[in-house]
């Protein structure tokens, strides 16, 4: 019988975001860093670049790997470890950076404590960012108080997109902020599947991600597509989808239902007398995915993109398998817009509470051939996923005066597993891992 545990036990095993200490004794410590890097050649043509694409083999890096395989001093890198504090370490670790967190536009209060944690394990002293609550009140701080605005206050800032891109337009040589400029292209809907299907086409596009169209301006080629497929069995489910996140904003419909709930309309504050259409995204929904003991299950894992010149991606070699609350039942497709059935559903925002496991958890399950056979596959959709960023990351730091090495991100992204044990990279990548 496997141990299950909920998505906080997890966090608090160790399979969140955390520093690495870089101080000079940390590589006497127990801890290793977790990331295997994604080798991805810098191509000259786009369209034959995952045709060139190699992966490095599977392993683990020494604690010191930072000082000679990413050199983003001052600042230390980070990996999902557990982070305990200083003391608690033994580590004494002397001042060596500022940082600065806006707390107030984080989604997730853990992460930021996390996060702050950390970098003063690291050696970084807070400089500002107020708390996310009011420690009396405990209601939201709406302060408009932002790290952008005080470009001298820090050395690294960490924020949402909007806010990182305004201090990226502005960062002075030393400074790093929490952002590589272009990735968008990747992390919204509709720019991952376009960015994809410019790249490679759309047989690999959608070998990475499940068939998907844009509404309303492909709903003749989704039409077109349906027609041609009409007699396939696998073309009779579709996943409509808005612009929610955190699994919710979802509508599951057969194809004879799918035309006409494209149709629907909503409305928004200020936009009165415009029509709005509800759903803005149709993907083919993956009827057949990996159940374990009867519940639906998929991936998320986690990257960290230090630069793209060249571009260098790391994934972690752990991450979260996240179950769906109830039994799944391919035939409960009875769902109002936005809701669908618990046995659907494996996003971690809706089953906070649910099961989980780590993927040591699957490999036990799966066994060792199969599970290779899965990370694989995983490994290498990561990397194609951030090389179809490379043109637009290209665009768009062109027309910035970034310092070198000056930003970074990490991702977290989903994947579902169908019954042959094909990964499926769904269509969501957050910007920063919850």
Not at 303 to 323: E, M
Request: glycine share 6%; proline share 6%; with cysteine.
């Amino acid at each position: 019988m496997h141990v299950t545990k909920s998505y906080t036990e997890s966090i608090c095993d160790g399979i969140h975001c955390g520093v690495v200490a870089t101080a000079k004794n940390a590589s006497s410590s127990q801890q290793s860093i977790n990331f295997t890097p994604l080798a991805i050649s810098h191509l000259k043509g786009v369209k034959n670049e995952c045709k060139h694409m190699s992966l490095l083999p599977y392993h683990r890096f020494p604690p010191s790997w930072s000082n000679h395989l990413l050199p983003l001093c001052p600042v230390p890198l980070l990996t999902l470890c557990r982070v305990p504090s200083a003391r608690a370490s033994g580590v004494d670790v002397p001042f060596k950076f500022r940082f600065w967190i806006d707390y107030q536009v984080l989604s997730s209060p853990a992460s930021a404590e996390l996060i702050e944690r950390a970098l003063l394990l690291a050696g970084g002293r807070k400089t500002g960012g107020p708390p996310k609550l009011d420690a009396v009140t405990a209601a939201k701080v709406k302060l408009k108080d932002y790290g952008y605005m005080h470009m001298d206050a820090w050395d690294l800032l960490w924020t949402i997109t909007a806010k990182a891109m305004l201090a990226a337009e502005i960062l002075r040589p030393g400074q790093m902020v929490s952002i590589v400029p272009g990735f968008l292209s990747i992390t919204r809907k509709t720019s991952l599947v376009r960015s994809l299907r410019s790249v490679y086409g759309d047989e690999v596009a959608f070998s990475i991600v499940p068939r998907t169209f844009k509404l309303p301006d492909e709903l003749d080629e989704w039409e077109m597509w349906i027609h041609r497929h009409r007699h396939d069995k696998d073309s009779g489910l579709w996943m409509l989808k808005n612009n929610k996140q955190r699994g919710t904003g979802l509508r599951l419909v057969k194809t004879d239902e799918a035309f006409e709930a494209c149709f629907e309309t909503t409305s928004r504050p200020g936009l009165e007398g415009m029509v709005l259409y509800r759903w803005y995204l149709a993907q083919q929904y993956i009827k057949d995915p990996l159940l374990i003991d009867g519940l639906k299950s998929g991936l998320r894992v986690w990257v960290f993109v230090p630069d793209t010149k060249p571009l260098r991606v790391y994934l972690h070699c752990n991450g979260l398998v996240l179950f769906s609350h109830d039994r799944y039942d391919a035939a409960d497709t009875n769902c109002e817009a936005g809701s669908l059935p618990a046995g659907h559903i494996t996003n971690y925002a809706q089953n906070e509470n649910g099961r989980v496991w780590n993927l040591h958890q699957l490999r036990a399950h799966l066994g060792g051939k199969a599970f290779a056979k899965v990370w694989a596959q995983v490994e290498r959709s990561v990397a194609q996923t951030f090389v179809a960023a490379l043109p637009r990351c290209k665009e768009v730091q062109a027309e910035m005066a970034l310092p070198a090495r000056s930003c970074f991100q990490f991702f977290g992204l989903d994947f579902l597993i169908d019954s042959s044990l094909t990964p499926c990279h769904a269509l969501t990548s957050s910007l920063t891992p919850p």
